[in-house]
């Protein structure tokens, strides 16, 4: 599958899913069960005092409004305000807090129509632009997008996807920015650095029929505008997912997920389904046709299916949502088609992704062989690498170096056989931040003519 992430050279009711802090060593799996958790107080800070700390001093060092020293007195009801202990943990109304702007930063677009939507005004935004709180975007079909966060978060957008960056802030409590953005339509992944502590700002991405708060992790959130349910799909880490109404959370291990309907009701949680697995391929009548057939997990009710013309998926070619795993090429070649397919289920939530690349080979020295291309377009300085790896894990480097000057943006690598293949692309977006692009693909090389 492939993945987006970057670094800097310098460093309509509402459910909620966050990822949880606690250790689970040992917790059983859940495949059956559901494990509920207290919900969250997402709105306050909790700051512990420390000696020479007042209230008013705090107040005046950290917080803003004529009646911030109020609003922190009633959200804690101490006792006696002029003796607090040091230790004590008070709870800071984040409403109050004093902050700057934070930024995110267009690590990937290969396309030139995302648009920035500011009211009336519509405004296209190219890779290297840094956006802030209200930017509102719309992906068209067949882009791929990316944006870094200061603290290196990752939030990748799929085709057809609108977010909105909510809130995008610092505050000098904590060490990584606020950050809550509102996923309106579509898909999106997040990949937020385990290096996050608890204790940081939150970071929530929200539907309308959903918020996920993020404390170190990697997962999907989507959310269908027309039918306004949501998914919550955990690839790393742990996650709880409630209904705004709902008292407790659920606790969803990575390959699992939780789908909540229209009305905010989560349900129980669910293993992820496997990616169909290439089968075998049917000559079809003509004999140009080829019907390819993929074994597929029984309970899923459809599947994602994505097509491109490179192993980097930069130039897609179609979407679609088959009920059955197959699909049918026309006049495959030695360039090959690359497949990206996805299970789901019956609530909607997707599985993990499997990229095929297939292709009707040529034979050399006793081995079915094909070109297979990556695209550069919109690659500042890209650097490749690119490794096989055989049956028993063993990896082979193809390349590992910079992209030098290539014909219509590609890279083509003639002549390689069935097998595994990952591969990493990393590129600058500015001078100081770098993005990369990771995957990993099967080439399934059929018997061709030659």
Same mark, same amino acid.
Not at 183 to 189: H, I
Not at 375 to 381: A, C, E
């Given at each position: ?129 840094? =956006?802030?709180? %209200? #930017? $509102?975007?719309? *992906? ?6 990316? @944006?870094?966060?200061?603290? +290196?978060?990752?939030?990748? =957008?799929?085709? %057809? #996807? $609108?977010?909105? *960056? ?6 000098? @409590?904590?060490?990584?920015? +606020?950050?809550?953005?509102? =996923?309106?339509? %579509? ?16 970071? +929530? ?54 789908a909540i309907t229209a009305s905010g009701q989560s349900q129980d949680i ?145 002549g390689l056989p069935s097998g595994v293949y990952r591969w990493r692309i ?10 990369g692009i990771n995957g990993q693909f099967e080439l399934v090389a059929i018997?061709?003519?030659?």
């Open positions: 599958m492939t993945r987006l992430n970057a670094t800097r050279a310098s460093q309509a009711s509402r459910c909620v899913a966050r990822v949880l802090t606690l250790a689970l060593a040992g917790a059983s799996p859940l495949w059956a069960q559901t494990a509920s958790d207290p919900v969250p107080d997402t709105g306050h800070l909790i700051y512990q005092m420390q000696q020479g700390d007042s209230l008013l001093g705090l107040v005046n060092r950290h917080m803003q409004g004529p009646d911030a020293l109020k609003q922190l007195v009633q959200a804690n009801r101490f006792p006696n305000v002029n003796r607090i202990s040091v230790g004590s943990k008070i709870k800071i109304p984040r409403s109050l807090l004093k902050h700057t702007p934070a930024t995110a930063t267009v690590s990937r677009l290969n396309c030139k129509t995302v648009i920035q939507i500011d009211g009336n005004a519509a405004t296209p935004i190219k890779t290297g632009t840094v =956006l802030g709180e %209200g #930017a $509102v975007l719309r *992906i068209p079909a067949g882009c791929q997008f990316a @944006l870094t966060l200061e603290d +290196e978060s990752t939030l990748r =957008l799929m085709s %057809g #996807a $609108v977010i909105q *960056i909510k809130t995008l802030r610092r505050n000098s @409590l904590e060490t990584s920015p +606020e950050v809550k953005v509102e =996923l309106l339509d %579509g898909r999106m992944e997040i990949d937020v650095p385990k290096k996050r502590q608890t204790g940081d700002a939150p970071f +929530e991405v929200l539907t309308p029929t959903s918020v996920a708060g993020v404390r170190g992790t990697e997962f999907r959130v989507g959310f269908d505008a027309k039918q306004r349910t949501s998914q919550v799909e955990v690839k790393v880490g742990v996650v709880g997912a409630r209904g705004e109404l709902e008292k407790t959370e659920k606790r969803t291990e990575a390959g699992q997920g939780v669910e293993k992820l389904l496997s990616p169909p697995r290439y089968a075998s391929v049917e000559p079809q009548a003509g004999g140009k046709d080829l019907l390819l057939k993929f074994d597929a997990a029984a309970q899923a009710e459809r599947f994602l299916l994505i097509t491109a013309d490179d192993a980097n998926f930069s130039a897609l070619v179609s979407q679609t949502q088959p009920t059955q795993a197959q699909v049918l090429a026309s006049e495959l070649g030695s360039k090959p088609v690359f497949y990206q397919w996805s299970s789901i289920s019956a609530s909607g939530l997707m599985g993990q992704a499997q990229d095929y690349a297939i292709c009707k080979g040529y034979k050399r020295l006793d081995h079915w062989r094909c070109n297979v291309p990556f695209n550069t377009l919109g690659l500042i300085k890209p650097h490749l690498l690119f490794q096989k790896v055989d049956a028993q894990g063993q990896v082979f480097e193809l390349l590992n170096g910079p992209i030098q000057a290539v014909d219509n943006n590609l890279l083509v690598f003639r990393e590129h600058e977006v500015s001078a100081a931040m770098k993005a018997p061709g003519t030659d």
